[in-house]
């Protein structure tokens, strides 16, 4: 108060005058706060409508399966959920060296090094994988993708094997695990361990998801958005089951979609 009444407050009308002055100036900071609230919740409101309107425009431009969509949103929700609940969220690249075989081989033996390598990091994170609870492990949106040659803050590096056929990830991990150093810092420095001896994997990008958790499970799913991979043939989802926690490695034959995470 001292910045509005300099002297000695002697007298009682200059005390009954600061009395009234300060109740202003802090009903006037609680209008403001309740401003900028409101206003802040407008411009939220107005940012995901613009979201959804420009969603709808992708999905009609690209004639989106709005099966497919249905899918893809719900795997937003579980992004959303788990971040909500503490967990982090990286998107993981997955390039590869060239495969043999058909596109169906070659994605069934992505999936293959992609279940080691998240297998290899459960033990990173937890003492006793077998026994925790499916819910409370880290969570790994595996999808295959194909290269896009534009100019994208979020792109991956360029991809020439395999005719640009790739692997991206969306790994959330709980904030509770064994790791005493960010998941990004992790893999860069265990990256030799991760790639493993057979060098299938030619190197690992992990890095913390900046844009919103919407734009970026589109970011991962826009070629099965596009409907250039089917939606059965790319996704992996992990953990599947109990048996698949271990270092042994798997075929994946069926979609994950029986797999249900509680909170």
């Known amino acids: 108060m001292s910045g509005h009444f300099r002297g000695n407050w002697s007298s009682t009308s200059n005390s009954t005058t600061a009395k009234q002055t300060a109740k ?41 399966d709005p099966v497919t969509r249905q899918l ?12 909500n609940d503490g967990w982090s969220c990286h998107l993981m690249t997955f390039p590869f060296v060239q495969l043999p075989g058909p596109r169906g081989a070659v994605i069934l033996a992505m999936k293959d090094e992609i279940q080691r390598v998240y297998s290899t990091f459960l033990t990173r994170t937890h003492r006793k994988t077998r026994t925790t609870p499916a819910d409370e492990l ?19 590096p360029l991809i020439l094997c395999n ?11 709980p904030p509770d695990t064994r790791l005493d150093i960010p998941v990004e810092d992790h893999f860069r420095d265990y990256q030799d361990m991760y790639l493993g001896k057979h060098r299938l994997i030619t190197g690992l990008d992990v890095r913390p998801v900046t844009e919103t958790h919407e734009r970026a499970v ?46």
Do not use: W
């Open 24 to 64: 202003t100036d802090n009903s006037n900071q609680s209008n403001r706060y309740k401003f900028n609230q409101h206003e802040s919740e407008i411009d939220h409101a107005g940012q995901s409508t613009k979201s959804n309107r420009q969603i709808h425009e992708y999905d009609r431009i690209c004639r989106v």
């Open 72 to 83: 893809v949103d719900g795997y937003t929700q579980l992004v959303i959920d788990r971040v």
């Open 138 to 156: 880290p969570i790994l949106i595996g999808i295959a993708d194909l290269q896009v040659y534009k100019r994208d803050p979020m792109s991956s």
């Open 163 to 173: 005719g640009g056929l790739h692997f991206h990830g969306l790994l959330m991990v």
């Open 218 to 263: 589109d970011y991962v799913f826009k070629t099965t958005l596009r409907g250039r991979v089917s939606y059965d043939d790319g996704i992996l989802l992990l953990p599947r089951a109990r048996d698949e926690l271990g270092p042994a490695r798997m075929r994946e034959t069926e979609p994950s979609s029986d797999l249900v995470f509680t909170r």
